[in-house]
DNA sequence: TAGATTGTTAATCGATTAACAATC
DNA sequence: TAGATTGTTAATCGATTAACAATC
């Protein structure tokens, strides 16, 4: 629709590439950790759990950033992957929901490493406000705006109760947050423009409970067996 | 391949439908909850947040348990959807890491009402081991096996550091666990028969970072807002 | 019967995969 | 040059969607 410059043409990537570049991200960063200089597609796909045509298909979206006959520089795909995903700077994000899953989420260790940087935690309750959780002290859910209008927050993670959910999304997006990362058990309506993810521990087990029902059956378990695999 | 009983014929239900199931039933259990009796496809499509066409299809594949011109018995159809995964009879879970995340797990109130119950919280860490996490006292990893055997678990959650993942994976499987729930970090392999689903907090992120570099840049905003939404 | 809503069809869209020409 | 491996093509597969006939 809009004008682009020549260089940033042709970037459509599809949303399951999308979805798969964080994946060959941190298998890259394995890879370097263990020092190796070079890999092929399929050293990669390997480590990243995926076949080698799908690896190749998915980077050709990005651009020609290995050699034929040889492979791929390991430092200087992952600095494209991380560009490409926006990584190379820091996203300030805030988490609003400090009982057992907030607190863990605020002790995730993997969040500035991986381009986060938590800025703020929040919370409703009186009773958790003030308290110092992973070195940062619980502000009250109300100094959301505030706190986003610093901080230039766009990332908002829910880990409240399944009824607060919806509140305090209409309250992130109010403020003008468009990604929020939900992890309560309940389904968020936003305006276009916003994006949701959701994760759900009890969603994932049922499906896996699913298929799990099914190889105890003993219906077909050749050819389902695999079917939920990551 | 097998031969099948007639009344469970035609029971080929995609991987889409599948995932989506489980949302489904909450939606309905939300819809009783509230006192709801009977519901529209559009009804309960908007409670689950996709659209009715999509939940009409996934539907069919479970049989016909509508009434045209009138809709769904909330109740009748909670039973149907919840029979299909599986959740009309408990599943005994493990949870093996029993850091930040794994006590969130274990106290995460869901897991009963949803099908699930946990049998028993391990750590290979002899300073965690006996502590008590949700009313429950934490046992070595080196009890997996007994523990697995005694209550025929079937999946295994691992909630440990990412270095740890592929050696647990693998011993769950030489146990027989047959699905696993991969917060760690990692890529696990598993040998084919075996179902791994990972949740993984910074590649949600990251895929939200995508999303949001993209908005910043001002391409194309009004195609692409919506493109990782759930 | 008239109105409402399901279950199904068929078209479209997007993702995966294997194969191989290009090329280091 | 010969061998290796990428990047791309084209075929296939699976998921989504709109439309509507069936039917309560």
Chains 1, 2 share one sequence.
Not at 49 to 55: I, T
Not at 182 to 211: C, M, T, W
Request: charged share 20%; glycine share 10%; proline share 3%.
């Amino acid at each position: 629709m809009t004008t682009r410059s020549s260089t940033d043409a042709a970037r459509v990537i599809p949303e399951a590439t999308v979805a798969r570049l964080p994946v060959y991200l941190r298998a890259l960063t394995a890879l370097a950790d263990s020092g190796i200089r070079t890999c092929s597609s399929e050293d990669l796909a390997s480590a990243a759990g995926v076949n080698s045509a799908k690896l190749r298909k998915d980077l050709s979206y990005l651009g020609s950033y290995g050699t034929r006959g040889v492979g791929y520089d390991v430092d200087y795909l992952r600095y494209q992957i991380a560009r490409e995903i926006g990584v190379t700077q820091d996203w300030p994000v805030v988490i609003v929901g400090i009982g057992n899953l907030g607190h863990a989420l605020a002790n995730y260790s993997g969040f500035r490493s991986r381009g986060f940087r938590v800025v703020a935690l929040l919370d409703a309750d009186p009773g958790i406000v003030g308290r110092e959780v992973a070195g940062v002290v619980v502000r009250p859910f109300d100094d959301l705006e505030e706190i986003v209008r610093e901080h230039d927050v766009a990332i908002g993670v829910i880990a409240t109760p399944a009824v607060a959910a919806q509140d305090v999304a209409d309250r992130m997006v109010a403020i003008g947050i468009t990604s929020i990362l939900n992890f309560a058990p309940a389904v968020v309506a936003v305006p276009e423009g916003v994006d949701v993810r959701k994760v759900d521990l009890s969603i994932e087990l049922q499906i896996l409970a699913y298929h799990e029902q099914r190889k105890a059956n003993g219906a077909d378990a050749s050819t389902e067996a695999d079917g939920g695999a990551a």
